[in-house]
């Protein structure tokens, strides 16, 4: 019997999914979380086929939780279903541990196929991933900025253009407010912006 976990901070998600992966898996167990503790404590008590999360939830690190599952339980298959731009955020996942990179918004026999894909040890990517990923291999520079950036500072900057203040993303992640500081110049240093609102407006020019 497969076993699932469905970690999403939106109940009405996990419900849709729940409801899908019953349908196709029958019997099958499936287990629910609604941010990174939760998923954590799940995945201490039993052993799951297949993970699917969001990746933008309250007080998570999801790239650090997608690297922790990865480490920890590598036989685990992770499927990343969010509605966070898959050209900015996908390959970080990717090269995290994710077996693959699913946009809510695709269509159901997408998901179906996703999921199968997943449970087969095989990778999903989507064709616009696909095109994206071939045009960066010949690219002799990365194309979009923002993967100048470390996993950390990646983290960051998407809490600051989410509205979060230095305040904020210390508490959220368990950094020294010193450290969010410090990690703040670097992104600025490495994106050549010099305040948030360049920051903003570079992030709109590539989607994030």
């Known amino acids: 019997m497969k076993k699932f976990l469905l970690i999403d901070d939106h109940t009405v998600v996990r419900s ?11 019997p099958c167990e499936i287990q629910e979380a609604g941010n990174g503790d939760e998923a954590v404590e799940k995945l201490k008590q039993s052993k799951y086929d297949f993970v699917m999360m969001d990746i933008q939830m309250p007080n998570t690190d ?8 990865n480490i920890k339980y590598p036989e685990t298959k992770v499927l990343i279903f969010s509605m966070s731009p898959e050209k900015i955020y996908a390959k970080r996942f990717l090269k995290a541990g994710a077996k693959g990179f ?44 923002f993967e100048k950036l470390s996993a950390r ?17 210390s508490k959220s992640l368990n950094l020294q407010v010193s450290t969010i500081g410090t990690h703040k110049a670097r992104i ?6 010099t305040n948030l609102l360049e920051l903003k407006e ?6 994030m």
Request: aromatic share 8%.
């Open 188 to 193: 600025f240093e490495k994106l050549n912006v």
């Open 102 to 145: 699913l946009s809510k918004e695709s269509s159901l026999d997408e998901v179906k196929k996703a999921i199968n894909l997943v449970l087969n040890n095989r990778t999903y990517i989507s064709e616009t991933l696909a095109s994206t990923l071939v045009e960066d291999a010949y690219s002799p520079s990365p194309s979009n900025p």
């Open 62 to 69: 999801s790239l650090g939780l997608m690297e922790f599952i």
């Open 16 to 26: 849709g999914i729940k409801g899908l992966l019953t349908e196709i898996f029958t």
């Open 153 to 169: 500072e990646f983290e960051i900057a998407s809490l600051l253009l989410s509205g979060h203040t230095i305040s904020d993303i």
């Open 202 to 207: 570079l992030s709109v020019s590539y989607n």
